[in-house]
């Protein structure tokens, strides 16, 4: 595993910028009620970082970026360690 630190999210990669921007560009797409919020997307982020399906920012499970999922209100966790609040 060559330069890539698992359990670092998009913005701690070096490389990440590209990726950062486009992630930037999805969520200014959504409307505000639509997105997690800091403290919802906070707790979801800390239980990614500790799952052992986190690598190098993206899922395991699924293959996407945790940091877009986990910025979606309505976005869950497909080993259902967090889900959207109703």
Not at 55 to 64: D, E, F, I, S, V
Request: some cysteine; overall charge negative; charged content about 30%.
């Amino acid at each position: 595993m060559s330069g890539i630190c698992r359990k670092c999210l998009i913005a701690a990669q070096a490389e990440a910028a590209d990726v950062e921007a486009e992630m930037d560009s999805f969520l200014k797409l959504l409307k505000p009620e639509d997105l997690a919020g800091e403290e919802l997307f906070s707790e979801r982020i800390a239980i990614c970082r500790e799952c052992s399906f986190l690598l190098g920012a993206t899922c395991n499970a699924c293959g996407c970026y945790v940091e877009f999922r986990a910025n979606v209100k309505d976005g869950s966790c497909p080993k259902k360690k967090w889900q959207h609040r109703v």
